[in-house]
Structure formats: C-alpha cells, structure tokens
C-alpha cells in the first residue's frame, strides 16, 4: 500500500509540473483521440496515394486509447467507440468522450476529465517515435534475410 501511495503522490507532482510548463489542457476520456482519429480518416479519404493507409493506420491506433478505456471500464470497446464516434461527428463536439463512471454524460468537460496538454503530446510524440524506429529497423532488414 505504502509503494502505491509513493507513486500515487509522485504522478500527481508530474502533473502540476507539467502545469507550471503549460498550463493548457485537453478533455480526456479518449475525446482527444477520437476527434484526432475522425481529422485523420478525413484526410486518408481525401489522399489517394498509398499513404492513405498508413494515415488510417495512424487513426485505428489513435483509437486503441478509447477503446482500452472502455474495456477497463467494463463496458463493450466497439460498440462504445462506435456510439461515441458517431456522436462526435454529428454532433460536432470533440469534448465526447468514454464514459468510464456510467454517470450518462459523455461530455468530459462536464464530468471535469482533463489531461494537460503536454502530457499528451509527450504520449503521441513517444508512440510515434517508437512506430518509426520499429519501422526503420524493419527497413534495414532485408526480406529473407534470417530465414535458413
């Protein structure tokens, strides 16, 4: 318990440090995501080049975030990302999110869920990096190589 309480208190210090940084916020509850992963499809629709798949790619795994949220949460991931998605865009609010309580609201700003800023494009910007060193590795490798 003690361990937990440590971690617990040394999150929370991350996070007013990063306030003091840049004190913007974005909604959580994966709103975020899914409204970065619709402006991803958006554009993959308009680009007709190969790119578009990597660009769908780049929005599937965008919503791998709401969709752990909802699994974590006990409730169905494609049905839940599905209804929300939807709501996003017909409702044109990017603050919809998981509702991770079951309190009925999905709007985060009303259920007061905020990330800062930083913290998530220090979480893009990580998971980036890390697809692109994979994918140069995987350059670097010639196919058959390996295989005796």
Request: overall charge neutral; glycine content about 8%.
């Amino acid at each position: 318990k003690q361990w937990y309480q440590r971690r617990v208190r040394g999150d929370a210090m991350c996070v007013i440090r990063n306030l003091v940084r840049d004190n913007r916020i974005v909604y959580g509850g994966g709103s975020n995501e899914i409204s970065a992963a619709i402006s991803v499809y958006d554009a993959a629709d308009k680009n007709s080049s190969i790119e578009q798949y990597a660009m769908r790619a780049f929005g599937e795994a965008l919503e791998s975030v709401p969709m752990a949220l909802a699994e974590n949460s006990g409730l169905s991931p494609f049905s839940t990302l599905a209804e929300v998605k939807s709501r996003q865009i017909k409702e044109g609010n990017p603050r919809l999110g998981i509702d991770c309580m079951d309190k009925g609201e999905s709007d985060m700003r009303v259920q007061h869920v905020i990330e800062t800023l930083i913290g998530k494009k220090q979480q893009i910007m990580l998971a980036t990096q890390l697809v692109r060193m994979i994918l140069k590795i995987d350059d670097v490798r010639s196919p058959g190589e390996g295989e005796e």
